[in-house]
Structures are given as structure tokens and as C-alpha cells.
């Protein structure tokens, strides 16, 4: 039974009823390419911090395969007028330690993710909208909002539990485990920055029992490295499966690949509000006074200079897709007007001149090197693209993701890849969070790492926010999206990843859109 079915199952049905808990398999070992920096699951949005945490903990819904929402601590909820929502929490729950859950934790842990310092992609949006917690019992809870908030759940259903009972603890009491107690399926057992983190089993776990004894998370940034520790069976699983190994993986006795289409989308960040951009200069390489990335031609040139479908083909082995916008097909906001920019150097260069630039001027383009499988590979071949139309690339600059992340958060490249996963049923979160007005007290724009900024757009996702019609909402979105995408071009949409797994004989893996590779998704065959 895959993790999505089993999870489902245990929202409403007791999973004894189907034969009982399934005995323990053998133990687990994954190679994972991003590396845990952090086990505390208020502090980041950012794998670095929670890709572990859908093992060690809950939230009060889960985002199944097709973006919906389903139970999980919470059982049932539903809006008693505009602005107050009663949520029913799951009897019978406990934590690691065997601490009782109850409608405290909610409390807690939402106001515990509104007030994390100095994150790189902070939760504080997901919990902006709240305005109060009213523990009614201890397993009802109602929420007060702000505003109407149609989408709460999607919003505070990524808000991972922890237990109130260690009270006033910070990011050092979650890294030494003193307070990394959830109510997941597996519990910590050790962990060591950058190397390997030991998880066992919670076989008190509401969801039902899990299917390994003992998980052992390698860190392996390296690619290769990743690959060569599954052939030589050191782990049993692998993620982030370089698209040149893929077909070399299929030919291997013992190994099988699993791959899905994703919503996870690779795209450019732009500088958009200094006029002095850190890394734009002129063709020649001194200092430009303008920032040329401010206006839209220049954007849409750039747009223009990327083969997409060359990139998905050739770097990729077409295991990505080219993309246009920030939605995928069926996803609530999604526009069919917007299709990605075919490749056109001439009309690329038709728009640097009438924006000023007929000789073009010089860029540094920056990435991460083990976050996204193969971005280093794709920024090159985009590198190249561009230094055709006439712009100067002076360098392509990747750096590792912990260095990469808190850098492009600050401000400090003016053209650099990023990577979002939207695993809602529409956009507006993402279009909040992502784009919108930078607004850190209003909770908007919190990931705004380009400074994009349009009232217009921001208009319209706030009353995207505030609207309960599904169909209204969606109809808003879409606008948004055409002004962000269509008129501004305010980032650059390069491609949709599918992602890829690997797994040694006696394993196979549930591939999935949200891109998440945790022990739930693992089974023994």
C-alpha cells in the first residue's frame, strides 16, 4: 500500500480492518542530495530544513498526489463566518515521549512559526493570516482571522506540530534533539550536520505502523557519488537522479528508476529594485549606473535568448518540462494564453536596442550546486544561450545551497536560478509569498527575492485570498499571473523538473509531483 493510500486510509478507516499492521521489513538507508541543516520545522520552508520533517512530524492536513487536502491532525474542519474557523483535532494521539497532543500544540506551534528570526525562507507567511487561537477543548481549536481567509487550512496545513510542553525552546534545542519530538512515523534517534541523520520507528503512530525498523538519511550532495553508493548498495534509495545516469541506471541489474512529472519549477530571479545591481555591468566590465534588468524589454530579451525545449532535451533527456509560468495544467490560476517564449535571438535583439542596449552589457549568473539535480548544467547551456544575443556573461557562479540561499536572500546577485515546489491546489499562496509587494510585517512577499512589485498584481492576489468562490478565485489568479508573467515578466520561467528516484533490488519508491523523498514513500518488496 503507497504512503498517499495508507495515509488516506487512516484518516477514516482503522487499517486492522484491512489484516492488521504489517510487520517490520528490513532496515532503511537512503542517499538524499540535499543536506540537513537544520532540524527545527519553524525555522525554514527550504529542504535544508524540512525535508526530514514529514518523518518526524505532522500537520494538520497532508497535500496528497493530486493537491488536495486530506486529514491528518485534524479531522475535520470548517468556517463558522468570515473570519473564524473550528478545527477538530484526531483523538488519541501522542508524541514521541509519549506526551498527550491536544489543541495546546496547535496554539503553540502556530505561534511558534510566526516568530522565527533571520530565516532564509521563513513560515511566517503560512501563519500571517491568524489573528488568535482559542483552545475550546482539547480537541477543538477555533482560529480567528485577520481577514476572510478562504484558503486557511492550505496555509497553516504546512505548519509541522511540535509539542508545547518543552515551551520557550529555540533552533539549538531542536538541532541536539531536545525538542525534535513530533508526532510522526519515525523518531530522531541521531543527527550529524551534513553527514547522516538515524531515524526508528513510532509504533504508536496514528497513521499505522511503519514499514522499516531503523531509517539511515544520507547526506550525498555529490551526484556521482550519490549513483556509485546505490550500485555498490551502501544505500538503498537514491533522489535527485542525474538525467545522463537515467538511461546508464535502467541497463543495471537490481536497479529500477521512478519518475514523476512535478510542479516544482526552475526559473530567474531578476534584481528588480537596485539601480546599482551587484553583478550587472557594462560590456566592457565596469559598474553600471543603470540596472538594465528594471525594464521589461530587457526581460523579455532574455526570455527570448532561452531555448527552452534545447535545454529540457539535451540536459535533461527530456525528464523536465519547458515552462511559461509559475502554474501547471489543472492547477487553480493556471493561464492557457501563457506558453513559454520560443527561442528568437533576433527579436531578443530588436528588445536590448529599443531598451538602450543595442551592444548589450554584462551579467553573472549564479546558482546552487546541490539542491536541483543538473542546474549547474542547465545555467551553463543558459549562459551560453544569452552570450549569443549580444549580453556578456562575465561569469556563471554556483555555489553550495546553504552559502547559495542565505546570499540570494539578501539581496546580493542580480540574476540567479531558483527552485519552488507549489504542491496547493491553486497559486494564490505562492503568488503571495513569492511575488507580491516585499511586505515583511504585512506577511507578503516574504520570498520576494527578485523585489518584483506591481499594485495591480498585488490587488489582485489579495482579493484572490479573501475570495471563497472557487471559480472566482481562480479567474483572479490567472489575471495575476498574466500581469506577472505576461506584462512584467518579472522572472524568468525555465522549466518544470520531473523528479527522479532510484532503488537496488528488494525496494521501489512512490514517485511523486511534490517531490518529496521521504521513508514513507519507500517500500520492501
Not at 532564509?120 to 482571522?145: F, G, H, Y
Not at 539535451?314 to 502554474?327: C, D, E, I
Not at 537496488?504 to 518529496?516: L, W
Request: proline residues 6%; glycine residues 8%.
Amino acid at each position: 500500500m503507497n504512503a498517499y493510500l495508507k495515509r488516506v486510509l487512516a484518516a477514516g478507516v482503522v487499517l486492522g480492518a484491512l489484516g492488521g499492521a504489517p510487520a517490520l521489513a528490513k532496515d532503511l538507508v537512503m542517499g538524499r542530495s540535499t543536506p540537513q541543516t537544520v532540524l527545527d520545522p519553524h525555522f525554514t520552508v527550504q529542504p535544508t530544513g524540512n525535508a526530514m520533517a514529514t518523518d518526524l512530524y505532522d500537520g494538520l492536513v497532508f497535500f496528497g498526489e493530486d493537491l488536495q487536502l486530506y486529514p491528518a491532525l485534524a479531522t475535520s474542519w470548517e468556517p463558522i463566518d468570515e473570519l473564524t474557523w473550528e478545527i477538530k483535532l484526531r483523538p488519541n494521539v501522542r508524541f514521541h515521549n509519549g506526551a498527550k497532543f491536544t489543541a495546546k500544540d496547535i496554539e503553540y506551534s502556530l505561534k511558534r512559526a510566526g516568530s522565527m528570526p533571520n530565516s532564509p525562507s521563513p513560515v511566517t507567511p503560512q501563519v500571517a493570516a491568524v489573528d488568535e487561537v482559542e483552545v475550546v477543548d482539547d480537541l477543538t481549536v477555533r482560529i480567528k482571522t485577520k481577514v476572510p481567509t478562504p484558503l486557511l487550512m492550505n496555509q497553516i496545513g504546512e505548519v509541522f506540530i511540535t509539542s508545547s510542553e518543552f515551551g520557550d525552546v529555540d533552533t539549538a534545542d531542536f538541532n541536539s534533539g531536545k525538542a525534535a519530538v513530533g508526532t510522526g512515523p519515525y523518531r530522531l534517534v541521531s543527527w550529524i550536520p551534513g553527514e547522516a541523520a538515524e531515524l526508528e520507528a513510532n509504533p504508536e503512530w496514528w497513521g499505522g505502523q511503519p514499514e522499516f525498523e531503523n531509517v539511515t538519511v544520507k547526506f550525498i550532495a555529490d551526484s556521482s557519488a550519490r549513483v556509485a553508493a546505490l550500485l555498490s548498495k551502501q544505500v538503498d534509495v537514491i533522489d535527485a537522479v542525474p538525467s545522463e545516469d537515467v538511461d546508464f541506471l535502467r541497463g543495471q541489474s537490481g536497479v529500477e528508476i521512478h519518475s514523476s512529472p512535478s510542479v516544482r519549477l526552475l526559473f530567474l530571479y531578476l534584481d528588480l529594485v537596485n539601480d546599482n545591481s551587484p553583478f550587472v555591468t557594462d560590456h566592457e566590465g565596469r559598474p553600471l549606473d543603470i540596472n538594465p534588468l528594471k525594464d521589461v524589454r530587457v526581460r523579455k530579451a532574455l526570455s527570448k535568448l532561452i531555448d527552452r525545449e534545447a535545454i529540457t532535451d539535451h540536459v535533461f533527456a527530456r525528464l523536465a518540462t519547458p515552462a511559461g509560468q509559475v502554474a501547471v495544467e489543472g492547477q487553480g490560476g493556471y493561464s492557457k494564453s501563457l506558453v513559454p517564449d520560443q527561442y528568437d535571438p533576433d527579436a531578443a535583439k530588436v528588445l536590448l536596442a529599443e531598451a538602450g542596449y543595442p551592444d548589450g552589457f554584462g551579467l553573472t549568473l549564479h546558482c546552487a550546486t546541490d539542491r536541483d539535480v543538473n542546474t549547474a548544467d542547465a545555467i551553463q547551456a543558459m549562459a551560453q544561450m544569452i552570450a549569443r544575443g549580444g549580453i556578456r556573461i562575465n561569469a556563471v557562479d554556483c555555489r553550495p545551497y546553504s552559502v547559495y540561499s542565505a546570499e540570494a536572500t539578501k539581496g546580493e546577485y542580480s540574476a540567479f536560478m531558483w527552485g519552488r515546489s507549489d504542491k496547493r491546489p491553486d497559486t494564490s499562496l505562492n503568488l503571495r509569498n513569492g511575488y507580491m509587494t516585499y511586505d515583511i510585517d504585512a506577511g507578503v512577499g516574504a520570498w520576494n527575492r527578485g523585489r518584483y512589485s506591481n499594485r495591480e498584481f498585488d490587488n489582485l492576489v489579495q482579493l484572490a485570498l479573501q475570495e471563497f468562490d472557487t471559480e472566482k478565485r481562480y479567474d483572479l489568479l490567472r489575471q495575476a499571473t498574466e500581469i506577472l508573467i505576461g506584462e512584467d515578466m518579472a522572472i524568468l520561467p525555465v522549466y518544470f523538473l520531473n523528479a527522479t528516484w532510484a532503488t537496488r533490488d528488494g525496494f521501489t519508491f512512490d514517485a511523486n509531483k511534490k517531490v518529496e523523498t521521504s521513508a514513507q514513500h519507500v517500500h520492501a518488496k
